[in-house]
């Protein structure tokens, strides 16, 4: 606060009142700044005002905040966009039982919106990863039905098309998969996102078990995407699954340098470290980067990131560390069960 250089004289010269003047002045700034350096902290520190929008909340891995403010606002105003928020916000928190009914309110709210068709068969998608082959089967046809009105009504979202064209290529054709209908997407995408494009038709071959022409496809994606990091860990994937772990090691170390195109690429990264036991130091400095930047991603749940960061610790044996991670997960959304679990192993 910038002060006149200008003196206030009291009106009163006794020295007595003076004195009293100025203690009964010293308390009032005392107080004032007291009241400021609380309402800065606040402003500067407090989630609530920092993400104020159910969205910037998820962005921003606040799951616990984004479902109460959702919730409240349900209430009041049960909007297509406030369903699909909603269940989002399960989704990040792989609550896909309790999702589901608020994608399906908001595609019958909103029967004609793309994202919300796209959101309800990705949840759709997880929760018949999940059951038994019977219901997976009725699952997997609402998977397909809801990725095709989502094209339908999106004609030109990729990730609308990436999502169908993985679904072709995974399921069986008595579900309506088929490499011909996921080189088709490939075709549409070429336009729209060039480096998915080369992905899907790295996932067909790979798929085909032509492993040069995957490996080909998938560097063609990093050269379309700039050099992309999610292109880098999407060739790190690859390395992995043809049992090449020298070379996904090294693909992501250079997603350590690799423009963010995608931010959670970085999750991605340390992910595929941790399930495979290789290089934890680089999947902690992966991490570690992703949980201070400025702008997190919703694909991305920082808690999750959390969570691994704790996992990752907890194999280095240190302990009291992991569990600093497990409970800034657990502080944004109290219900993941992964965090919960990693807690209680290091703390026992």
């Known amino acids: 606060m910038q002060w006149s250089g200008t003196a206030v004289q009291p009106r009163h010269s006794s020295p007595g009142v003076k004195r009293s003047e100025d203690s009964a002045l ?13 309402a800065l902290s606040l402003l ?5 005002l920092a993400a104020q929008t159910a969205q910037d909340l998820l962005a921003a891995g606040r799951v616990d905040q984004a479902i109460e403010t959702l919730q409240q606002q349900l209430r009041t105003a049960p909007t297509p966009e406030a369903y699909n928020l909603l269940c989002r916000a399960y989704f990040e928190l792989d609550a896909w039982d309790a999702g589901i009914p608020a994608c399906e309110k908001a ?18 998608g997880e929760k018949a990863d999940r059951v038994s082959f019977l219901r997976a089967a009725g699952l ?7 990725f095709e009105r989502a094209v339908e009504f999106a004609p030109d979202s990729w990730q609308a098309r990436t999502d169908l064209a993985e679904f072709y290529l995974e ?6 998969g088929g490499e011909d209908k996921a080189r088709l997407q490939a075709a549409y995408l070429a336009p729209l996102n060039p480096a ?22 998938y560097r063609a994606a990093i050269d379309a995407s700039h050099n992309g990091a999610r292109a880098w860990v999407n060739l790190a ?12 090691e090294q693909a992501l170390r250079t997603v350590e340098s690799s423009p963010l195109d995608r931010p959670g690429a970085l999750v991605d990264g340390a992910t595929l470290l941790l399930r495979t036991g290789r290089e934890y130091p680089l999947a902690i400095r992966l991490l570690r980067r992703y949980v201070a930047l400025s702008a997190t ?26 569990a600093e991670e497990f409970r800034a997960a657990l502080a944004m959304a109290h219900s993941y069960r992964p965090a919960q679990d990693g807690l209680k192993r290091v703390t026992q």
Not at 196 to 217: C, F, P, Q, Y
Not at 237 to 247: L, V
Not at 300 to 322: N, S, T, Y
């Open 26 to 38: 010293q308390t009032a700034l005392g107080a004032l700044t007291s009241f400021l350096i609380t």
């Open 44 to 48: 500067s520190f407090s989630p609530a």
């Open 107 to 124: 595609v019958a709210l909103a029967p004609t919106n793309g994202l919300d068709h796209l959101w309800l068969g990705r949840i759709y």
């Open 140 to 146: 997997a046809k609402k998977v397909r039905a809801e």
């Open 171 to 176: 399921a069986p054709s008595i579900f309506g």
């Open 196 to 217: 998915m494009a080369h992905w899907v038709s790295g996932r067909i071959a790979e798929k085909n078990k032509d492993l040069t022409t995957a490996e080909h496809e």
């Open 237 to 248: 994937g690859f390395y992995r699954h043809a049992i090449r772990f020298a070379d996904m």
């Open 297 to 322: 991603v919703e694909d991305a749940p920082v808690f999750k990131a959390h969570c691994l960061l704790g996992e990752l610790i907890e194999k280095q044996g240190d302990r009291p560390a992991a």
